[in-house]
């Protein structure tokens, strides 16, 4: 979904900045985010993917430092767990009946074109993706990054702790380097915990930038694309 927010439409001189609320430890200092933002001031026009819950305020923001907004929230797959084979009117030789092939999970898949973006947000919607199943979430952030880019995620350590959120949070950003975590009410949604290697090995296209514990003890990943052989 795009979002009327560019760098043409956004207004002169200093960029208003949100009021940050008084959550305490909501609110999140993130120095990996301000080095992608830094990164993508460079760029004439960068384009940005944002795949968490939809806040306003982060896309406006955004588009008043002049990046061009678009916003899909990640739908979480299945666990990808074969259905039990269902009888098929197909007999073999033997004239017994073929048992149908067991129907596989969806394949998780970004509804954006290819080679679009400088940059993707994927904020905390890794985690509620399989373990398994990260290679297809790679594999989709390489499709649609274009050369430069950077992708931007925090992932937790644990969910033992009762303040993890169930769901995917939202971010709304209060400056280049700070954000508020905001939860978002729904039905409970299964969460992962990720592995760093396994992160590291699932999305091999991207080349971890840098890592960092956040006081929360969400991990923050700073991952650029990694150029493609001449």
Known sequence: MRFPWSRDQAAP???ARPVPSQAGDATLRCP???????????IDRPEVLDL????????????GHGLRVSVEELVPPR???PAAPRASKDKGKDGKVKPE????????????????FHAVLV?????????PRL???GAELCRVLTDPAWVYLLSVGNTEDPRVPSRPPRYRMIDTEHVERMLVEGPSLKRYVHNPRDIERA???????????????LREFVLQKRAKNP
């Not at 990996?32 to 460079?42: A, E, Y």
């Open 32 to 42: 990996g985010l301000g080095k992608i933002l830094d990164k993508l001031s460079r």
């Open 203 to 217: 999305l091999a296209g991207l080349a971890v930038q840098g890592i960092q514990l956040q006081r929360n003890q």
């Open 135 to 137: 290679p297809e979430l």
């Open 13 to 15: 001189g200093t960029v």
């Open 79 to 81: 666990e990808g767990v």
């Open 101 to 116: 092939a067991a129907p596989r999970s969806p394949t998780l898949r970004i509804e954006q074109p290819d080679a679009k």
């Open 52 to 63: 968490g819950p939809f806040c306003g305020d982060t896309a406006v923001y955004l588009a």
């Open 123 to 131: 904020w905390e919607a890794c985690d509620f993706v399989p373990t």
